[in-house]
């Protein structure tokens, strides 16, 4: 299995963008499904948007229109791009391999996102 490893995290003021990236040790392109999820003090870890090989992607309706995730497997990167921000996308952002429903791959460290008012 790959390792992946979160970074483009940072303090943006509302209404601002990131970029996340999620770069792989190795190949994603037998990786069937990839996923963004992030964990709020307090809070329960969430997913937060979803891509399969073929395309076809997944959000949250906290995010679906303001944030987009991507693959490029010639990188070995899976993206996730956040516009519109706000306060309440404050989180750590991790990514991870999706096996199925109910198993994915190890957690790494993430990337922190503050989101000021």
């Known amino acids: 299995q790959v390792q992946l490893v979160e970074s483009g995290g940072g303090l943006v003021q509302a209404g601002g963008s990131l970029r996340l990236s999620c770069a792989a040790s190795?190949?994603?392109?037998?990786?069937?499904?990839m996923g963004w999820y992030r964990q709020a003090p307090g809070k329960q870890r969430e997913m937060v948007a979803t891509?399969?090989?073929?395309?076809?992607?997944g959000y949250a309706d906290s995010v679906r229109g303001r944030f987009t995730i991507s693959r490029d497997n010639a990188k070995n990167t899976m993206y996730l791009q956040m516009n519109s921000l706000k306060p309440e996308d404050t989180a750590t952002y991790y990514c991870?391999?999706?096996?199925?429903?109910?198993?994915?791959?190890?957690w790494g460290q993430g990337t922190q996102v503050t989101v000021s008012s």
């Open positions: 190795g190949s994603i392109f037998s990786i069937n499904a």
């Open positions: 891509i399969t090989t073929g395309g076809t992607t």
């Open positions: 991870n391999t999706i096996v199925n429903a109910h198993r994915w791959g190890s």
